[in-house]
Structures are given as C-alpha cells and as structure tokens.
C-alpha cells in the first residue's frame, strides 16, 4: 500500500507552552480524498504547517509519498500542493506573474509555466483577470487564484485548508465539482473545513481532530453508520397533529411540521405507509441536521471529557 | 537535475525581484539621482569650489566614489529589507517555503536582486556624475571587486533586517541610526587622514571607511587604507553575513512557527 502521508506520533508546543498536536498518527493513501475534522484551535492548521514546513514540529515523523521530511525534505515538498486558509500571494503582482513566480520555485520554465497558467485560470475562470492585480480579485476568485497556484507544479497531493470558508454556495459547488475532477485525475486531495457537509459529501475518509489529539479516524460510511438515530422533518398537508405512528418516536412541532426518530434498521417505507393509511400527505422532507454534524460533536464532546478526566487524574 | 531545479528557482526569485524595483522606479531609481545631484551641486559646485583640493585631487572629483558608494550600500541595504520584509508581511514568502528551494537559493536570490539594484543605482548615479567631473578609472577591476563584495555586504545586512523585523518601523530603525551615520563618518566628504589621530583610530572600525576608500582608488589611486585590509574587511563581513542569514533562515526565525 503506497501512502501519500504517513504522520507517525507528531508532536507540537509552541513557544509560551501550548500544546497543539500531541503526538497524533494519520495515514492517506495514495488517491484518497481525505477530511481533517476538528473544532477552532483543534490543531489542524498546525498539522498541515507542519507537513508543509511552514511549522517546525517537536517531535514525530512525517512522510510524503515515503520520503521523510527530515531527511528528504526537498524531494517531500514536490509531491505537497497547498492552499492555505489565508491568502498569502503579493497583492500588488498579477495572476500571471503569481503563477509563473509560484512554478519557477518548483523549478518549471517560464514558457511551460505560461502554458500551465493559462490552462488552470481558464479552468478556475480567472483568465479574464490573467492581468489584473491580485488585489482587485473578489474574495472567491481569491481563494481559486490560489488553488491554480498550488496546482502549477502538478503536484500528487494537495492539502486545502478550509478552501471554502467565506465562498456562496454556488461557488462552492462549482469548486467541490473541480476537486472531485481532480481526484478523477489521481490526485491525492486532504481538506480541513467547518462544512461537515463538505466533507460528508466529498471524502472517502475522515480524521477528527480535538485539542491536539486523533479522536477518530476512519472511512466515513463506516463512521456515519455509527449513527443510531436520525432525525427528518416532514412538511405535512394537513393532519399534522393527530399523526399516530407505532415504532416511531414523533414530535408535532406545529399544525404542518412533524418530527421524526428513524432508528437503525427502521424504514422510511413504514413511516409513509401508515401516514397515508391515516390520510396525511407529505409535500417535503428534510434531515434535521446534518449527520456528520451529530456525530462530530458527539466525537468531540466525548474527547473533552476523555481529557479532562485524563487531566483531573494526572492533576492528583 | 536539481541543480537545474535550482537554477530555475534562483532566476524566479531575481526576475520577481528585479520586476518589483523596475515596476515602482520612481520610487527606487529616481530619488538617488536627485538626491546625488543636490550633493554634486551643494557640496561640489558651490561649497566644493572654496574647499579645494582633498589629497591633491580637487574636491568635486574625490567625493565622487564616495557619493556612488553611499547610494550603492543604501539602495542594496533597503531594496532587501523592503522587499523581504514585505513578502513576511503579506506572507507570500510562504510561496517560497513550501516549494523545493534550498535556503541558499533564497538567500541568493534576495541578495542577488538587492545587488543588481545597488549596482543599477550606482551606475545611474555615476552618469549623473559626468555632468559635474570628468571620471577618471584608475583601475577598473578594483572599482567592480569593491562594489560588488560591497552591495553584497549590505543586502545581505538587510536581508538579516528583514528576517528579524516585526513592523515596518524595525525596517528602518537601522539605516536611520546606524547606517547612515557610519556612511557619513566612513569618508565619504573628506579623507580621515585630516582627523585627529584618535578620531582616525576610531575610524578604522568602521567598515565603510574601507568599502569607500577602496572604491576611491579604483578611481582615483589614492586610499587611506591599505587595499588587502579592504578587502579582507569586506570578504570577511560577506562570509560572516551570509552565515548568520543561512542560519537564521535554515531555523525560520521570523519565518516558521
């Protein structure tokens, strides 16, 4: 099994003694499109400062594509695309000029990096602005400049540090859409974001990160089947209120909205069937909340209290 | 390959850098000639003319080399530490630390484009010059040793600046209060031989004096220090220099968390 990254007990503590990772382990495969979950402040950024050597660690080891960033640091960086949370191009220069500047460090030719320029802002729809200063782009075309940037050296991984934070949501999709393509092509993709629908709707596996520690990490059909209860709402016609149905657990919320638990292995099919034996059509349906959502602040409430107790414990 | 990898880097960084004096060359080609044309008008023409000659060679021609080194260490010193310091500030200096440049490279490359800057200056300035003396070159290899190991010294000075700099105000505390009073004191005006002999004692340390008299034998053959001295003075700042920038570079001082 080749693995794009292998992170084994990664620690981190920044100078005035906070202790942002402690000692988590992670593995990608080669071709996954993996999420990094975690609450503000969890260690995500720090991670990904780390793998792409922004952060130096403590102590731990990281490996891209088998080469260990202590020992073959440069030959690591080739495989690493990154686009960060925050945009860090010179404002003053040109897309063009950004580009080709960001493929010349990767050591790519003026000429073949014009050639990737263009293909990749005629990709992200920024080759109308091709001349513009960057400081003139809108926030959305911002965060694509920089996707185009870290894409100029083709790399075999690359890691989005809240990609859509701050974008509308067709922009958002339109993006989802090119990382999707991307991954198509091979590409090993690893995003952290505070869209649990994102992630949900885009990554085969998943890591949750918490205070500097791996509270779970798995593929995420197995970690959403975790979840014993879901909640929908139904939009109903009329009836609403007199709705009676055995095995299920229903909350009237108002004259037209239901609520309703479905428990594993319970079926949709029985809940329809006996609203329709009592009269009562449906016009819509909709999870109460986001399911990965449930889980994620199951998954972190749970760490919480593991390390506080862990705390109060090493405190006696 | 990775030589080649190299070269590619180090040609993006000077073309980057080279690209961002040229595109606002009002403001980083034009002042120095102005400001050197008041000096050749103030202190050459009419305050020059009553002075008469410094070292048996009249006053206008000997604070030429001078005049052309203080614009050469300026415009090095503050091209690396602007720059440099701007690419923290808006954290594009990322772009290069995620990418696959060796650290010499970086260095290279900031030093490089602070260089051909200071030079480029220093040039524009000496042409300004031949409007006001007739140069003569005494010795032409002299003149481009000393400015180049010179304009590398200084880049190299702002580079360390930039690294260290939190604000912009840190960026210019140095050549305000220690720069521009060493270049003052280092001969540009006059020869230190006509201090008294403490105050020439004193000057000995100071490693202008010796970047400046060795760019005034190059023009003119006379120096008030030994030339070998000059540039051991300045060979061994280069080296010393460019040490403390690898080092705090390889740790990420100011740069990595």
């Keep these: ?316 | 390959m990775q030589s080649a990898v190299n070269r590619t880097a180090l040609k993006s960084i000077l073309h980057k850098e080279v690209h961002r004096f040229m595109r606002i060359w009002v403001q980083t080609l034009v002042p120095p000639a102005i400001t050197i044309s008041l000096y050749f008008i103030i202190f050459g023409t009419l305050i020059g003319s009553r002075i008469g000659d410094m070292g048996g060679i009249d006053y206008m021609s000997f604070i030429v080399p001078g005049l052309i080194m203080m614009s050469v260490i300026t415009n090095s010193y503050s091209n690396v530490a602007s720059s440099f310091f701007s690419a923290k500030w808006q954290r594009n200096v990322e772009e290069m630390l995620v990418a696959p440049v060796p650290n010499w490279v970086i260095v290279a490359g900031y030093v490089g484009g602070g260089m051909i800057r200071g030079m480029l200056v220093g040039l524009i300035v000496t042409v300004v010059s031949l409007l006001f003396v007739d140069l003569q070159i005494h010795n032409i290899w002299v003149i481009i040793a000393t400015v180049c190991l010179t304009s590398a010294v200084f880049a190299l000075g702002g580079l360390i600046n930039a690294i260290f700099a939190n604000s912009f105000d840190d960026i210019s505390i140095i050549p305000t209060f220690i720069l521009t009073p060493l270049t003052y004191l280092g001969g540009v005006f006059y020869s230190i031989s006509l201090l008294p002999e403490f105050w020439q004692g004193v000057s000995q340390i100071n490693p202008i004096v010796y970047m400046v008299n060795a760019f005034r034998y190059g023009f003119l053959g006379i120096s008030d220090v030994n030339l070998t001295a000059a540039f051991l003075v300045l060979l061994t700042f280069v080296v010393v220099l460019y040490s403390i920038a690898m080092t705090l570079i390889s740790k990420g001082i100011g740069l990595r968390s």
């Design chain 1, 1 to 316: 099994m080749q693995y794009a990254l292998e992170i084994s007990h990664l620690e981190k503590v920044y100078k005035g003694g906070f202790h942002a990772l402690k000692g988590i382990n992670l593995k990608v495969e080669q071709g996954d499109f993996f999420a990094l979950l975690g609450p503000n402040g969890a260690g995500k950024s720090t991670a990904i400062g780390i793998i792409t050597s922004l952060v130096n660690k403590t102590q731990g080891q990281v490996k891209v594509f088998g080469h260990d960033i202590d020992k073959e640091l440069e030959k690591a960086k080739t495989y690493l695309g990154l686009v960060p949370q925050e945009f860090n191009f010179n404002q003053f220069e040109s897309l063009l000029t950004i580009l080709i500047n960001q493929a010349g460090y990767y050591g790519v030719n003026r000429k073949l990096a014009l050639e990737r320029a263009e293909k990749q802002l005629k990709q992200l729809e920024l080759w109308d602005k091709r001349n513009d200063s960057a400081r003139m782009l809108s926030g959305g075309m911002k965060r694509r400049l920089m996707i185009a940037r870290a894409l100029m050296h083709n790399p075999q991984v690359l890691i989005l540090d809240e990609p859509t934070a701050g974008v509308d949501i067709e922009l958002r999709r339109s993006m989802w859409d090119f990382l999707r393509e991307l991954n198509k092509q091979g590409i090993t993709i690893i995003l952290t974001t505070h869209y649990l629908e994102e992630a949900e709707m885009l990554c085969r596996n998943i890591a949750i990160i918490d205070n500097g520690i791996i509270v779970e990490n798995t593929n995420m059909k197995a970690l959403l089947a975790t979840l014993d209860v879901e909640t929908i709402m139904l939009d109903v016609k009329a009836n609403g209120p007199n709705a009676e149905l055995k095995e299920f657990v229903v909350r009237k919320i108002d004259s037209h909205t239901l609520e309703i638990d479905i428990k594993k292995g319970q079926s949709l099919n029985q809940v329809f069937g006996q609203l329709t034996e009592q009269g009562i059509e449906v016009l819509s349906m909709r999870n109460k909340s986001n399911r990965l959502e449930e889980l994620f602040v199951r998954l972190v409430n749970k760490g919480t209290n593991a390390s506080t107790h862990a705390e109060t414990i090493g405190a006696n």
